[in-house]
């Protein structure tokens, strides 16, 4: 019965739902049949196909710049019902070189009551719908001033949203969540999102990456919100009638799009670093959870500010939870926000912290805020260096192993896309969409291009070159170019060749690896072939690398190597002893796909001897059965939980019976929580073994949802009566992945566990509701008819009440449903004929009386008008 009510569940979403997934990552394709994964192996099976992602015949150029904004002075408020905004905005401007007569603004959607410049009211303005011309009344010449203002009314929902993405769900600029206080499962927020060039909804101005400009923004509004925008509050007024006055000031310059405000009700956890305010804003119910969320934020700022040489260039450094946040994370100076699911509790972050995207939003302050792409071809300036953050974090903090995991999923993700959705340049000039270079070349590529190019310089070069680089070009817009040059200046080689092939070039290489030794002249031959790359990419590429000669016993040999043409041969001399095993990209930094005449024994060998996690999973996705019977009591005990992991994916089912104590070991003692329960999870695939004892151990000493979840699964198949004992403790933990397992262990009709369900089927969150409700609906199977009559009863209330969730409403009469029909089933019983009437007289009132007519669809999927 819950598979049945999970399945109608998914299937009627669809009656219900217009909206489309949240986060802001990629515009990453699904795979297709060119390419089948294993790991961090991409096979490719027909190199025939092209590989190019389509192109714009059009050049992208940067829209010249006329005029230059040097500051906004702009006082908003707002109309809730109407979801528009009032707007002030005051602009000095001046010539950006050649003298003008007029200007024109871009400001989408707005309603202009009035524009003057230098206080004289020009009325022979025009506007379009989409951009403001205003004639200025006289030529001005370079660096002669002029102060422009804009009274409007911007309708953010009238906008188009024709350029919205993957990575960025809606193009409004500004949006209203439950403006009008009906939803009771969200909370009023008023939030700004301004990538790429959307926040023009709201305020008038230069909606490009290349303006910059220092602002003030007031915002008013009702005295219950707390506000938040760029900079420092520099002062709160009471304008009465219950409005406040918010003054924000941020008196660095930076780009339109990074302008943001958000107005609603937070709960706030505030520090300090190296002077500088550091804010923390959550939902009210993650307040004491609120810098575990952010964990790690003062010491993030330490490392990255060490690791370039460059402090913190801003004056605060606030993070932000908004409600139906159309993006992953945005990176609005000193202010970044982010979408609520990154909120967890305590026990949830045990195994899924939030540092890759909390480090990726801080670097954007150096990469992107202080130092911005000039256009959206080089939108990798901004997220190359903001993904490859994330590797830099992890090596710091955790050690190489996790920051090459990470590595191993970025390369997926780039390759993934490329052999399902096609390749484009790096810096792509000829987008068919700005918003389609939100994608796994600009993010995944572009760090791991980065990651080729410090190995190449060197640490030392490389980040002294990042240094020059944000030194020379602070507060500016740039290209790829100026990253070249910067490199250049700080090491004096030429890099060229290597902009001109990651940056400016198509793809990436496909090598035939072939290994060869000669006992008689005590060489090494490798033979490198980039013939099978596609025909499409920029072949051949000139790579160099560290080729690692491995030892049972003996050191490491590392050798220089470079390929430069389709086919090329490196030679090593003096090589005494024939190597284990050899691998041509000993450091694991090519960005490339590798096929290598490697045996079995050498994978093997690859797996024991190389340190490297990207060589140990490697080496297992290749191993057969025989071989990897060699590597396992290794794998489950490397010190990489990911290893381990992989290894216990790697056992063949045949031969997990001769594990089963390291099993139960790894089950209740290994750190990492996926291993824990993959082991927990194999141990039940063994036939024979009783995991009473091991579940009830982890009820009582697991801390993990994932882990207690299971154990309660599997005492409710063999062990129900046991559950009850574990509830009371486990009641002590409030968060919402909790009361799903408290759901599932709740099986005995008692009015304390009715009273649970009823009082969460109100709260439950929508993530989860789903999960919910087809517990309750469990629960409920067999229970007696005054159970049935009161769980009724609170459905019937939720479903009447006309600010309820939809979905809420449509998981309950689905569950009326169901009690209707277990009514229904007990015969001539004059109590139940008489529930069964009433519960079916009820439920066509409310159908009949429920506003939403796709609501009113669902519903009749139900119950089917008689």
Same mark, same amino acid.
């Given at each position: 019965?819950?598979n049945?009510?999970?399945?109608?569940?998914?299937?009627?979403?669809?009656?219900l739902?217009?909206?489309?997934?949240?986060n802001?990552?990629?515009?990453?394709?699904?795979?297709?049949?060119?390419?089948?994964?294993?790991?961090?192996?991409?096979?490719i099976?027909?190199?025939?196909?092209?590989?190019?992602?389509?192109?714009?015949?059009?050049?992208?150029?940067?829209?010249?710049?006329?005029?230059?904004?040097?500051?906004?002075?702009?006082?908003?408020?707002?109309d809730?019902?109407?979801q528009?905004v009032?707007?002030?905005?005051?602009?000095?401007i001046?010539?950006?070189?050649?003298?003008?007569?007029?200007?024109?603004?871009?400001?989408?959607?707005?309603?202009i009551?009035?524009?003057l410049?230098?206080?004289?009211?020009?009325?022979n303005f025009?506007?379009?719908?989409?951009?403001?011309?205003?004639?200025?009344?006289k030529?001005?010449?370079?660096?002669?001033?002029?102060?422009?203002?804009?009274?409007?009314?911007?309708?953010?929902?009238?906008?188009?949203?024709?350029?919205?993405?993957?990575?960025?769900?809606?193009?409004?600029?500004?949006?209203?969540?439950?403006?009008?206080?009906?939803?009771?499962?969200?909370?009023?927020?008023?939030?700004?999102?301004g990538?790429t060039?959307?926040?023009?909804?709201?305020?008038?101005?230069?909606?490009?990456?290349?303006?910059?400009f220092?602002?003030?923004?007031?915002?008013?509004?009702?005295?219950?919100?707390?506000?938040?925008?760029?900079?420092?509050?520099?002062?709160?007024?009471?304008?009465g009638?219950?409005?406040?006055?918010?003054?924000?000031v941020?008196?660095?310059?930076?780009?339109?799009?990074?302008v943001?405000?958000?107005?609603?009700?937070?709960?706030?956890?505030?520090?300090t670093?190296?002077?500088i305010?550091?804010?923390?804003?959550?939902?009210?119910?993650?307040?004491?959870?609120?810098?575990?969320?952010?964990?790690?934020?003062?010491e993030?700022?330490?490392?990255?500010?060490?690791?370039?040489?460059?402090?913190y260039?801003?004056?605060?450094?606030?993070?932000?939870?908004?409600?139906?946040?159309?993006?992953?994370?945005m990176?609005?100076?000193?202010?970044v926000?982010?979408?609520?699911?990154?909120q967890?509790?305590?026990?949830?972050?045990?195994?899924?912290?939030n540092d890759?995207?909390v480090?990726?939003?801080?670097?954007?302050h150096?990469?992107?805020d202080?130092?911005?792409c000039e256009?959206?071809?080089?939108?990798?300036?901004?997220?190359?260096?903001?993904?490859y953050?994330e590797?830099l974090?992890?090596?710091?903090?955790?050690?190489r192993?996790k920051?090459?995991h990470?590595?191993?999923e970025?390369l997926? &993700?780039?390759?993934? %896309?490329v *052999?399902? /959705?096609?390749?484009?340049? +790096?810096? =792509?000039?000829?987008?068919?969409?700005?918003?389609?270079?939100?994608?796994?070349?600009?993010?995944?590529?572009?760090?791991?291009?980065?990651?080729?190019?410090?190995?190449?310089?060197?640490?030392?070069?490389?980040?002294?070159?990042?240094n020059?680089y944000?030194t020379?070009n602070?507060?500016?817009?740039?290209?790829?170019?100026e990253?070249?040059?910067?490199?250049?200046?700080?090491?004096?080689?030429d890099?060229?060749?290597?902009?001109?092939q990651w940056?400016?070039?198509?793809?990436?290489?496909?090598?035939?690896?072939?290994y060869?030794?000669?006992?008689?002249?005590?060489s090494?031959?490798?033979?490198?072939?980039q013939?099978s790359?596609?025909?499409?990419?920029?072949?051949?590429?000139?790579?160099?690398?560290?080729?690692?000669?491995?030892?049972? &016993?003996?050191?490491? %040999?590392? *050798?220089? /190597?470079?390929?430069?043409? +389709?086919? =090329?041969?490196?030679?090593?001399k003096?090589?005494?002893?024939?190597?284990?095993?050899?691998?041509?990209d000993?450091?694991?930094?090519?960005?490339?796909?590798?096929?290598?005449?490697?045996?079995?024994?050498?994978?093997?060998k690859?797996?024991?001897?190389?340190?490297?996690?990207f060589?140990?999973?490697s080496?297992l996705?290749?191993?057969?059965?025989?071989?990897?019977?060699?590597v396992?009591?290794?794998?489950?005990?490397?010190?990489?939980?990911?290893?381990?992991?992989?290894?216990?994916?790697?056992i063949?089912?045949?031969?997990?019976?001769?594990?089963?104590?390291?099993?139960q070991?790894?089950?209740l003692?290994?750190?990492?929580t996926e291993v824990?329960?993959?082991?927990?999870?194999?141990?039940?695939s063994?036939?024979?073994f009783?995991?009473?004892?091991?579940?009830?151990?982890?009820?009582?000493?697991?801390?993990?949802y994932?882990?207690?979840?299971?154990?309660?699964?599997?005492?409710?198949?063999?062990?129900p009566?046991?559950l009850?004992a574990?509830?009371?403790?486990?009641?002590?933990?409030?968060?919402?992945?909790?009361v799903?397992?408290?759901?599932?262990?709740?099986?005995?009709?008692?009015?304390?566990?009715?009273?649970?369900?009823?009082?969460?089927?109100?709260?439950i969150?929508?993530?989860?509701?789903n999960?919910?409700f087809?517990?309750?609906?469990?629960?409920l199977?067999?229970?007696?008819?005054?159970?049935?009559?009161?769980?009724?009863?609170?459905?019937?209330?939720?479903?009447?009440?006309?600010?309820?969730n939809?979905?809420?409403?449509?998981?309950?009469m689905?569950?009326?449903s169901?009690?209707?029909?277990?009514v229904?089933?007990?015969?001539?019983v004059?109590?139940?004929i008489?529930?069964?009437?009433?519960?079916?007289?009820?439920?066509?009132?409310?159908?009949?009386?429920?506003?939403?007519?796709k609501?009113?669809?669902?519903?009749?999927?139900?119950?089917?008008?008689?």
């Open positions: 019965m819950r049945l009510i999970v399945y109608s569940f998914i299937f009627i979403l669809a009656l739902s217009n909206s489309c997934s949240t802001k990552t990629l515009q990453n394709n699904t795979e297709d049949e060119y390419v089948s994964e294993v790991l961090d192996t991409l096979e099976t027909d190199t025939e196909t092209k590989f190019l992602a389509p192109q714009s015949e059009e050049f992208r150029a940067t829209k010249p710049i006329t005029y230059d904004i040097l500051h906004m002075d702009l006082t908003v408020s707002f809730f019902a109407k528009e009032f707007g002030k905005a005051g602009l000095d001046k010539p950006y070189f050649y003298p003008i007569d007029q200007i024109t603004l871009d400001a989408d959607g707005f309603d009551h009035s524009v410049v230098n206080g004289i009211e020009i009325k025009t506007y379009n719908g989409e951009e403001l011309t205003i004639p200025l009344g030529t001005y010449k370079k660096d002669e001033k002029f102060k422009v203002f804009v009274d409007y009314t911007a309708k953010p929902n009238e906008t188009s949203l024709s350029d919205a993405s993957n990575a960025i769900q809606s193009d409004k600029g500004l949006f209203f969540i439950d403006p009008l206080e009906t939803n009771p499962d969200s909370p009023t927020q008023i939030w700004s999102q990538e060039e959307n926040n023009s909804k709201w305020f008038p101005t230069f909606d490009k990456p290349t303006e910059r220092t602002q003030s923004i007031t915002l008013q509004v009702p005295e219950k919100y707390m506000t938040l925008s760029n900079g420092k509050l520099i002062e709160s007024k009471n304008l009638n219950g409005l406040r006055a918010d003054r924000w941020q008196d660095k310059p930076h780009t339109p799009y990074l943001m405000i958000a107005v609603g009700d937070w709960a706030v956890s505030q520090e670093w190296n002077g305010p550091l804010q923390y804003i959550v939902d009210h119910e993650y307040a004491a959870d609120a810098k575990r969320i952010f964990n790690h934020t003062p993030m700022l330490t490392f990255f500010s060490k690791t370039i040489n460059y402090p260039p801003w004056d605060k450094y606030a993070q932000i939870v908004v409600k139906e946040y159309v993006s992953g994370a990176e609005n100076t000193t202010a926000v982010f979408g609520d699911f990154i967890k509790h305590e026990n949830e972050l045990i195994d899924n912290d890759y995207i480090s990726h939003e801080m670097m954007h150096w990469f992107g202080l130092v911005t256009d959206w071809s080089n939108l990798t300036l901004n997220e190359g260096f903001a993904n953050a590797y974090w992890a090596e710091y903090k955790y050690g192993d920051a090459d990470h590595r191993m970025e997926n &993700g780039y390759l993934s %896309q *052999y399902s /959705g096609g390749a484009h340049p +790096l810096i =792509d000039y000829h987008y068919v969409n700005k918003e389609k270079m939100f994608d796994a070349h600009s993010y995944n590529k572009g760090g791991l291009i980065l990651h080729q190019l410090r190995y190449y310089l060197g640490d030392e070069a490389f980040f002294a070159g990042l020059h944000l020379k602070a507060y500016s817009s740039v290209e790829a170019d990253l070249r040059l910067a490199f250049e200046d700080v090491s004096g080689l890099l060229h060749w290597f902009f001109d940056f400016f070039g198509v793809g990436h290489p496909n090598l035939d690896i072939n060869a030794y000669d006992d008689v002249s005590k090494v031959t490798i033979d490198v072939s013939e790359t596609s025909d499409d990419f920029s072949k051949p590429f000139i790579l160099p690398f560290d080729i690692a000669l491995y030892y049972e &016993g003996a050191p490491t %040999q590392w *050798y220089k /190597g470079t390929v430069k043409k +389709l086919r =090329d041969t490196i030679l090593i003096n090589v005494s002893t024939k190597p284990d095993v050899i691998n041509l000993g450091n694991n930094v090519l960005l490339g796909l590798f096929q290598e005449n490697k045996t079995q024994m050498e994978y093997q690859q797996f024991q001897l190389s340190p490297l996690v060589d140990k999973i080496a996705s290749r191993l057969d059965e025989d071989h990897i019977e060699a396992i009591n290794d794998g489950l005990n490397a010190d990489y939980y990911f290893v381990r992991l992989s290894t216990l994916h790697s063949p089912e045949t031969k997990l019976g001769n594990f089963i104590e390291k099993l070991s790894l089950a003692s290994d750190p990492n824990r329960a993959s082991a927990f999870q194999l141990l039940l063994i036939e024979d009783d995991p009473t004892t091991l579940a009830e151990t982890v009820m009582k000493t697991e801390k993990s994932q882990m207690l979840y299971l154990a309660s699964y599997v005492l409710k198949e063999i062990k009566e046991s009850a574990y509830i009371p403790a486990l009641q002590k933990d409030s968060s919402d992945n909790m799903l397992i408290l759901a599932g262990m709740m099986t005995e009709d008692t009015p304390q566990n009715l009273q649970f369900f009823n009082q969460h089927s109100l709260s969150p929508s993530d989860k509701m999960e919910f087809a517990l309750y609906n469990e629960y199977a067999g229970k007696s008819l005054p159970t049935l009559t009161t769980a009724g009863n609170n459905l019937l209330s939720l479903v009447s009440n006309p600010s309820q939809q979905f809420r409403k449509y998981y309950s689905y569950i009326l169901q009690i209707l029909q277990q229904e089933s007990m015969g001539n004059s109590e139940a008489a529930m069964g009437s009433d519960l079916n007289q009820r439920i066509e009132h409310l159908i009949q009386t429920e506003p939403n007519e609501l009113v669809d669902a519903f009749r999927s139900i119950f089917p008008k008689k």
